[in-house]
Nanobody, 111 residues
Framework: QVQLVESGGGLVQAGGSLRLSCAAS????????MGWYRQAPGKLREWLGV???????HYADSVKGRFTISRDNAKNTVYLQMNSLNLEDTAVYYC?????WGQGTQVTVSS
């Protein structure tokens, strides 16, 4: 079973950008889909988007046009590029293949 580790979170000003990474312990080539999620304090976990094995991507309306998911099979890593961040994007961000979850990485957007 693959293990996932997120990184790249931090403090950023509103309007700024961050790129999160989701590093897998094994090959991601055979993973059918890798999703990104987030959970803000007091709120339910929210699905953000997914990258399918064929490379296609799908996004939640709340992040469409601002967030981009990509992957590097050679590095066994999936990325979440986040642009035009706003205060509502403050949350812990997770990646998951549907079975395994990472520990999450905190993103805090300040005004």
């Amino acid at each position: 079973q693959v293990q996932l580790v997120e990184s790249g979170g931090g403090l950023v000003q509103a309007g700024g950008s961050l790129r999160l990474s989701c590093a897998a312990s094994g090959s991601i080539f055979s993973i059918n889909a890798m999703g990104w999620y987030r959970q803000a304090p007091g709120k339910l976990r929210e699905w953000l988007g997914v990258i399918i094995r064929d490379g296609s991507t799908h996004y939640a309306d709340s992040v469409k046009g601002r967030f981009t998911i990509s992957r590097d099979n050679a590095k066994n890593t999936v990325y979440l590029q986040m642009n035009s961040l706003n205060l509502e994007d403050t949350a812990v961000y997770y990646c998951s293949d549907g079975t395994t979850w990472g520990q999450g990485t905190q993103v805090t957007v300040s005004s």
